[in-house]
C-alpha cells in the first residue's frame, strides 16, 4: 500500500504565502516523478508543477515565478512554496507521484487525498 499525506492548506490573504507540504510512504521501490495539481470548484484537475529525477521541474504558467516545487528524494516528500496568492489560487490541491511500488512493476499514478487552498480578504 502507498499513501501520499498532505499538510500546509489553510485560509490566506491575497499577496500571503502558504507551504505545502506532501510525504509518500508505504510500499516504495522508486519514484519518478512528483507533483501537485489543483481543483477549483466546477473545474478540471489540472497541473500545478512537478519535479522529476534530477531535480528538473515544470511550471503552469499561471504559477511562474510565484511557487516553486522542491523534493527531497531521500525522505520521499515533495513541497510547494506558494507567494503571491491570488484568488484565483483558490482551489483543492493533491499531490501526486508516479511511483514503482516493487523492483518488477510498472510506475502508477498516486494521489494524496487533497487538502484546501482558499485565498480571500
Known amino acids: 500500500q502507498v499513501q501520499l499525506v498532505e499538510s500546509g492548506g489553510g485560509l490566506v490573504q491575497p499577496g500571503g504565502s502558504l507551504r505545502l507540504s506532501c510525504a509518500a510512504s508505504?510500499?516504495?521501490?522508486?519514484?519518478?516523478?512528483m507533483g501537485w495539481y489543483r481543483q477549483a470548484p466546477g473545474k478540471q484537475r489540472k497541473l500545478v508543477a512537478i519535479?522529476?529525477?534530477?531535480?528538473?521541474?515544470t511550471y503552469a504558467d499561471s504559477v511562474k515565478g510565484r511557487f516553486t516545487i522542491s523534493r527531497d528524494s531521500a525522505k520521499n516528500t515533495v513541497s510547494l512554496q506558494m507567494n503571491s496568492l491570488k484568488p484565483e489560487d483558490t482551489a483543492v490541491y493533491y499531490c501526486?507521484?508516479?511511483?514503482?511500488?516493487?523492483?518488477?512493476?510498472?510506475?502508477?499514478?498516486?494521489w494524496g487525498q487533497g487538502t484546501q487552498v482558499t485565498v480571500s480578504s
Open positions: 508505504g510500499s516504495i521501490f522508486s519514484i519518478a516523478t
Open positions: 519535479i522529476a529525477n534530477g531535480d528538473s521541474t
Open positions: 501526486n507521484a508516479a511511483l514503482k511500488p516493487t523492483m518488477s512493476s510498472h510506475y502508477y499514478n498516486y
